[in-house]
C-alpha cells in the first residue's frame, strides 16, 4: 500500500517550496478534500500550489520514490469526484501556473499553462479575433482540467471537442521524467497517439504542465433561435433532421420548462419565453450577416415544419445575454431547487436523444423522484439530475441509486456512453465497468500500468 | 386601447467613433439596432394589450433604412408601424425632432397611450419623450417600472425616482417612458416575418402628411441647438495601489474619500 506523508517528505518539499504554497494537515482548505460532487470527500496530507514543469518533475520523482499517492487539481469544478484525494497523499494545485506563453498566429496555436481558466483563454484569444471553440459551461474551470476530462460544451455539434483542439502537450510521468508529446504541426502519424491517451485520461496517466491548443479564426457573427414546442417529444425528434438538413449550427441545446423556471427563480430574472414545455435553443455562426440568415432561416423553416409553435430570434447582445444568461445557469439553478443532487452525463446517438428523455421522464414517475434536466441535443449529451428533495439519507440513496442503474441501462441500451464530457473521477467507475467488460477494462488496466507501475497518480479512481 | 410606441435605431456597438475633423459620429459601416432600452417599451406596450385589448402601432423617425426596427416591432407583436422620414427633418436637436414626432402622432391620432424606452443610446438626453408629451400637452411619467392600472380613462404606473418609488395616476392619453430591466422584452418572431414575407404593414410618412408644413420648423433650419463640437468622453484611468494591514488600508481609503468629497 501507499506510504503517508512523512515529517521527512515534507522536509523535503519544504527545502524547494516555499511555505505559503505549501500547505499541510490543519492548514488545509477544506475545498481540497472534494469538488462539486457532494458526498465525495478526503482530505489529502500536503497540498503545494505548483508553479512550474520542474517543480512538478521533482515532487513527482520523490513521491514516485517513496511511493506517495498524487493527485492534481484545477479549479476543483469537476462533478465525478475525480480530484478528491481518495488516499491522502499529496495533491498538486495548478492554479497558479495560469501564464498564457505564446499566441503563434502562422501556426494559429496558443500555448498556455495548465491553470489557465477557460474564461481567461477564450477571452484572450478573442481579443486576438482567434477562437478556441470547446465552450463547456463551467468557464472556471482549468484548461488542463477540461484536458483530464476531454470536456465537450455547447459547440460540440459544429466544432467537436477538446481533443481535437490539444496539438502538443508537456507532462510530467508518475516517476518524475518529462515528455513533450505531439506540438503544433498539424498532422502527426508518428507511432501511438500518446497524447490523446492523456487527453481524457482524468489525472491517472501524468501531469499536464503545459499544453499547445489549436485555435481558428474568430467567425464575426452569431445568432442563435430559440425554438418552442408543444411538447418535449416534438422538440427533440427535431433534432435529427436539422442535422439531416446538413445546415450546421453550433449549438443545439435543449431544455424544458421546469429547467428555465429553476433558472428565472435562481436569477431573479424572467426569461424571455416559458410559455411552452419545451424549446430547442440553436446557435449559427459565420462572417457576414447574409450567410448566417441564409443558414438560419431555412433551419427556422424546418423546425416550423415539423410542429415547433413558433421561432424567436436572439440576435443583439443584450438578447444572446439574457437567452444564454439563462442558460449557463441551469446547473447551479437545479442545484438551487433541491437539497443534494447526482448527475448522469450520458451521451447517446443523436436521433435516440427523444427515447432517453422520455425514458427519465417515466423513470421519475415510476420510482417517484424529480429528475429534472436538460442537453446538448445536438451532440447527444444530457445532462439529468437525480433530486434528493425531502427524501431522507436512506430513502435518497437506495432511490438514487434505482435511478442510476436504470438510466445507464437505458443508455446502454441506446448504444451510448457512460459520460459525454464529466468524466468517470470516482463516482462513475461501476458503471463505466458495466459498460466496457473484462476485456477493455483489461486493457485500459494494461496501459494506466505501462504509464504509472506503482499507480501512485490519481488511485481510486477511472478504471481502479 | 390605441398604444403607439416610439422607437429609434441606433448604432449597434458602443465604440462609435467620433471623426476628429467634423466632429460627426462615424455611422458608416457600424451596424445598427433597435434602441435596446425601447425593447421594455415594445414589452409594456404588448403587455397593455394583452391585458386590456387594443392595438399597439410602433413610430419612429429616421431615414428609409430605420424601416428595420419597425419591422422587429412588427415581429416582436405590434400590429403596425409608422417611419416618419424626409430630408427635411434631417439634423434635427431634440426640440426640432419631438416637434417632428408630435406632428406625426397627430396625423394619427385617436391614441390613448404612446410608451417610450427612458432614453437612447446614442442621445442619451431622455427628454424626447417628455417633450412629446409637452408638445401634444398630455400628462407624462418617466422611468416608468410597473403599470398598477388602467381604469376609468386614467392610467395608474410607478415611476423609479432614485430614492424612492412615486406611484402617479395620471388622464388618458398620456405617455410614459419604461425604466431599463422594468421586464424582460419578448423576442422577435421569426414565424411572424414569415408570415408577413414582403408585406409587413409599415406606412411611410413626410413633411406633405403635416398639418404644420413650415419646413423651417424642421430638420436643422428647425434646431435652437447649435453643436459646437462632438467629442469622445476622456478616459481616466488613474490608479493608485497601497499595500499594508486592512485597518490601516481602509482608514485610507476612507481619508480619501473623504477629500474627494465622494463620501
Known amino acids: 500500500m501507499y506510504n503517508k506523508v512523512s515529517q521527512r517528505d515534507i522536509a523535503y518539499l519544504s527545502a524547494f517550496i516555499p511555505c505559503e504554497r505549501l500547505f499541510c494537515g490543519n492548514d488545509i482548505n477544506p475545498d481540497y478534500s472534494h469538488d462539486e460532487l457532494g458526498g465525495i470527500e478526503n482530505f489529502p496530507e500536503v497540498v503545494i500550489k505548483v508553479t512550474s514543469t520542474k517543480e512538478v518533475s521533482k515532487i513527482m520523482k520523490h513521491a514516485y520514490d517513496n511511493n506517495i499517492p498524487v493527485v492534481v487539481r484545477g479549479s476543483g469544478t469537476g462533478l465525478v469526484g475525480g480530484s478528491v484525494a481518495m488516499y491522502g497523499g499529496i495533491m498538486l494545485d495548478t492554479t497558479l501556473m495560469n501564464r498564457i506563453l505564446e499566441l503563434d498566429d502562422e501556426n494559429l496555436t496558443v500555448t498556455v499553462e495548465p491553470g489557465v481558466l477557460l474564461m481567461e483563454l477564450s477571452k484572450f484569444v478573442e481579443e486576438h479575433d482567434l477562437f478556441y471553440p470547446p465552450d463547456p459551461g463551467e468557464k472556471s474551470a482549468t484548461i488542463a482540467g477540461n484536458i483530464s476530462t476531454n470536456a465537450g460544451g455547447m459547440r460540440a455539434v459544429k466544432y467537436g471537442v477538446t481533443r481535437d483542439y490539444v496539438r502538443g502537450l508537456t507532462v510530467v510521468l508518475p516517476d518524475g521524467e518529462v515528455i513533450n508529446i505531439g506540438g503544433k504541426a498539424v498532422k502527426n502519424s508518428s507511432g501511438y497517439s500518446l497524447k490523446d491517451l492523456i487527453v481524457g485520461s482524468e489525472g491517472t496517466l501524468g501531469i499536464i504542465t503545459q499544453a499547445v491548443l489549436r485555435l481558428l479564426p474568430l467567425p464575426a457573427k452569431t445568432v442563435s433561435l430559440l425554438v418552442p414546442f408543444d411538447n418535449v417529444n416534438k422538440a427533440i425528434e427535431t433534432v435529427p433532421a436539422i442535422i439531416k438538413s446538413k445546415s450546421v449550427p453550433t449549438a443545439i441545446e435543449f431544455m424544458e420548462r421546469g429547467t428555465i423556471m429553476f433558472s428565472e427563480t435562481y436569477l431573479g430574472k424572467k426569461f424571455a419565453d416559458s410559455r411552452s414545455p419545451a424549446y430547442l435553443l440553436l446557435t449559427f455562426d459565420g462572417n457576414t450577416s447574409e450567410q448566417i440568415e441564409y443558414e438560419y432561416t431555412s433551419v427556422a423553416k424546418l423546425c416550423l415544419s415539423m410542429g415547433a409553435t413558433d421561432v424567436f430570434l436572439v440576435d443583439t447582445d443584450e438578447r444572446k445575454e439574457s437567452v444564454w444568461g439563462a442558460r449557463g445557469a441551469f446547473l447551479e439553478a437545479i442545484k438551487a431547487s433541491t437539497t443534494e443532487m447526482d448527475e448522469c452525463d450520458v451521451c447517446v446517438p443523436r436521433n435516440r436523444v427523444a427515447e432517453f428523455v422520455m425514458y427519465s421522464h417515466r423513470l421519475a414517475k415510476d420510482i417517484n423522484i424529480r429528475i429534472p434536466g436538460f442537453g446538448h441535443a445536438g451532440d447527444g449529451n444530457l445532462h439529468i439530475y437525480v433530486c434528493r428533495d425531502d427524501l431522507t439519507q436512506e430513502q435518497w440513496k437506495e432511490k438514487l441509486e434505482q435511478a442510476f442503474d436504470k438510466l445507464y441501462k437505458k443508455a446502454e441500451e441506446l448504444n451510448g456512453f457512460v459520460s459525454g464530457e464529466h468524466g468517470i473521477g470516482y463516482a462513475k467507475r461501476g458503471f463505466l465497468k458495466n459498460q466496457l467488460g473484462d476485456l477493455q477494462v483489461s486493457l485500459m488496466k494494461r496501459i494506466k500500468l505501462a504509464f504509472d507501475p506503482k499507480c501512485i497518480l490519481n488511485p481510486g479512481k477511472v478504471i481502479e | ?263
Open chain 2, 1 to 263: 386601447m390605441n398604444i403607439v410606441v416610439l422607437v429609434k435605431q441606433v448604432p449597434g456597438t458602443n465604440k462609435v467613433e467620433v471623426d476628429p475633423v467634423t466632429g460627426v459620429l462615424k455611422r458608416d459601416g457600424v451596424e445598427s439596432e433597435m434602441n435596446p432600452y425601447d425593447l421594455f417599451a415594445i414589452e409594456q406596450a404588448m403587455r397593455i394589450k394583452e391585458e386590456y385589448g387594443g392595438n399597439v402601432q410602433a413610430l419612429t423617425m429616421g431615414p428609409p433604412q430605420a424601416t428595420a426596427v419597425i419591422e422587429e416591432a412588427i415581429y416582436m407583436g405590434a400590429d403596425k408601424g409608422t417611419v416618419i422620414s424626409d430630408r427635411r427633418f434631417a439634423g434635427a436637436d431634440v426640440l426640432s425632432t419631438t416637434r417632428t414626432i408630435s406632428g406625426a402622432l397627430k396625423t394619427i391620432g385617436n391614441i390613448d397611450l404612446i410608451v417610450c424606452g427612458k432614453q437612447t443610446t446614442d442621445g442619451d438626453t431622455a427628454q424626447v419623450g417628455p417633450e412629446v408629451a409637452e408638445f401634444l400637452n398630455i400628462p407624462h411619467a418617466a422611468n416608468v417600472t410597473e403599470i398598477t392600472d388602467i381604469e376609468d380613462g386614467h392610467i395608474t404606473v410607478v415611476m423609479n425616482m432614485e430614492q424612492l418609488l412615486q406611484t402617479q395616476r395620471m388622464k388618458l392619453p398620456a405617455l410614459i417612458t419604461v425604466e431599463k430591466d422594468a421586464n424582460t422584452p419578448r423576442l422577435p418572431s421569426l414565424k411572424r416575418s414569415f408570415q408577413y414575407q414582403n408585406n409587413v404593414p409599415v406606412q411611410i410618412r413626410s413633411l406633405d402628411d403635416f398639418e404644420d408644413e413650415n419646413p423651417d420648423k424642421y430638420g436643422l433650419s428647425g434646431s435652437p441647438t447649435q453643436v459646437e463640437r462632438i467629442f469622445p468622453p476622456e478616459k481616466n484611468i488613474d490608479r493608485a495601489q497601497f499595500e499594508g494591514e486592512p485597518e490601516d488600508l481602509a482608514e485610507k481609503i476612507a481619508d480619501i474619500l473623504k477629500q474627494k468629497k465622494i463620501v
